[in-house]
């Protein structure tokens, strides 16, 4: 029987979901913004500022490149789901240790806010 994602405990946010090898993210990105790095968090997702301009996925490709290395995954385990034309985004993290993953993320933001 499938159990049901369990969210992360960052307020009543639903930004992050957790699966037992995988992390779902729903992400707004901000594409030619400078720094790079997360913002914020708001009602619609984390909030995540690339240098990339929105054009031809060089805004995509920042993304999934920043993941990795901030959650030291490899990019091959991280795709965009849904949004690869839009700002905002839900991006699948799989395979991967869902409660390491869930807890790099929570400093991350923690550090940005």
Do not use: F, Q
């Not at 790095?37 to 995509?60: F, M, Q, T, W, Y």
């Not at 999934?64 to 839009?86: C, D, H, N, P, Q």
């Amino acid at each position: 029987m499938a159990r049901a994602p369990a969210h992360a405990a960052t307020g009543s946010d639903s930004w992050l979901a957790r699966g037992e090898n995988r992390i779902t993210i729903e992400i707004v990105a901000r594409p030619g913004a400078s720094p790079r790095g997360i913002v914020r968090i708001d009602p619609r997702g984390l909030i995540i500022a690339l240098n990339s301009a929105p054009e031809k996925g060089k805004a995509n490709d920042e993304l999934i490149e920043y993941l990795a290395r901030e959650l030291k995954v490899a990019r091959s385990a991280i795709a965009i789901v849904r949004g690869e034309t839009s700002r905002r985004k839900t991006v699948r993290i799989e395979p991967c240790d869902a409660a390491a993953i869930a807890a790099r993320l929570e400093a991350l933001v923690r550090t940005a806010s």
